[in-house]
Nanobody, 124 residues
Framework: QVQLVESGGGLVQAGGSLRLSCIGS????????MGWFRQAPGKEREIVAA????????YYEDSVKGRFTISRDNAKNMVYLQMNSLKPEDTAVYFC?????????????????WGQGTQVTVSS
């Protein structure tokens, strides 16, 4: 059973930063693509960012481009999401996800494994 565990969420003021971390129970090189999704209250879960196995390819949702950075350290089985210039609309539960496919998927069904999520709250 593959497990992904997120950490690093919390309460931050608008304009602040947080760094989310996700550790896998198996080598992250086993997952071709890793991603971060988020789900705000009353809204559907949406892709935030995705990264290829080597880290050479990334995808960002338009609203986070220039503010968020996804990275991975396969030697440590870790994936990170550095979030800067946070806005109240970034408030959501953030989920780490892993996919066996090479394509940088942007939809839920393209990912095979999920973490339990970590809450990020941005106050105005």
């Amino acid at each position: 059973q593959v497990q992904l565990v997120e950490s690093g969420g919390g309460l931050v003021q608008a304009g602040g930063s947080l760094r989310l971390s996700c550790i896998g129970s198996r080598r992250t090189t086993s997952y071709a693509t890793m991603g971060w999704f988020r789900q705000a209250p009353g809204k559907e879960r949406e892709i935030v960012a995705a990264i290829s196995r080597s880290g050479g390819s990334t995808y960002y949702e338009d609203s986070v481009k220039g503010r968020f950075t996804i990275s991975r350290d396969n030697a440590k089985n870790m994936v990170y999401l550095q979030m800067n210039s946070l806005k109240p609309e970034d408030t959501a539960v953030y989920f780490c996800a892993a996919a066996r496919t090479v394509r940088l998927g942007t939809a839920d069904h393209e990912y095979d494994y999920w973490g339990q999520g970590t809450q990020v709250t941005v106050s105005s």
